[in-house]
């Protein structure tokens, strides 16, 4: 069954720094999202991603964060100068009809910014 | 921001017992999608609504989309170890735009 996969698993990195999360959704799939889960709270979205650029963003997605297609197959969140409260799981999801659709999501990368 | 509220938090129940829970919006939603995470992984589809009224099954889970459009009800029967885990409600507002909500989950603990 496809899958939506997500590397690292797990980041760790100096605050200031900047971040590429990578994701390759399921390959039939035209809409992407990320989303951030602060341990312990809820799933919160940040991005929808249709036809090679940015759909909706939430408040949380200000200009520290950026989101690419680089070719067919991956779709990245960058993050350029890492804050500590960016730190939680970050996942990417897919759909194949839209936001109103059943998303998949990948597993998951867990950032700590120390 | 749009708000989810998901009753209960947290249930533990025994092995065998069925399990009831809600997701509620003051908004109105067009898709209900039910999702459960495990520790450490990312949410799992379990269930889609997208008619008010509507009843989906799968499995030992069961579905209903409210038909105020404001709420959803997931059922699981014969609960068993593995499902335990937090159970999420989440959908697109009718009025939010491309932006999607998650509920704060449902905390399940199942007792052997």
């Known amino acids: 069954e496809p899958e939506v996969t997500q590397t690292p698993s797990h980041q760790v990195t100096q605050m200031g720094q900047e971040v590429i999360l990578r994701c390759v959704p399921i390959?039939?799939?035209?809409?992407f999202y990320w989303y951030r889960q602060i341990l312990g709270q809820k799933v919160e979205f940040l991005v929808s991603f249709y036809n090679n650029e940015i759909s909706e963003k939430s408040e949380i997605f200000d200009d520290q964060f950026s989101v690419e297609r680089p070719d067919g197959s991956n779709f990245t969140l960058k993050i350029r100068s890492t804050k500590l409260e960016d730190s939680a799981m970050y996942f990417c999801?897919?759909?194949?009809?839209?936001?109103?659709?059943?998303?998949?999501f990948g597993p998951g990368t867990r950032l700590t910014v120390l | 921001g749009q708000q989810l509220n998901q009753s209960p938090q947290s249930m533990f129940i025994q092995e065998g017992e069925d399990v009831s829970m809600n997701c509620t919006s003051s908004?109105?939603?067009?898709?209900w999608l039910w999702y459960k995470q495990e520790p450490g992984e990312g949410p799992v589809l379990l269930i889609a609504l997208y008619k008010a009224g509507e009843l989906t099954s799968n499995g030992r889970l069961t579905a209903q989309f409210g038909i105020t459009r404001k709420d959803s009800f997931l059922n699981i029967s014969a609960s068993i170890p593995s499902d335990v885990g937090i159970y999420f409600c989440a959908g697109p507002p009718d009025n939010y735009g491309q932006n999607f909500v998650f509920g704060p989950g449902t905390r399940l603990s199942v007792l052997p």
């Open positions: 390959s039939n799939h035209l809409y």
């Open positions: 999801a897919s759909s194949e009809w839209g936001l109103a659709r059943e998303q998949f």
């Open positions: 908004s109105i939603f067009n898709t």
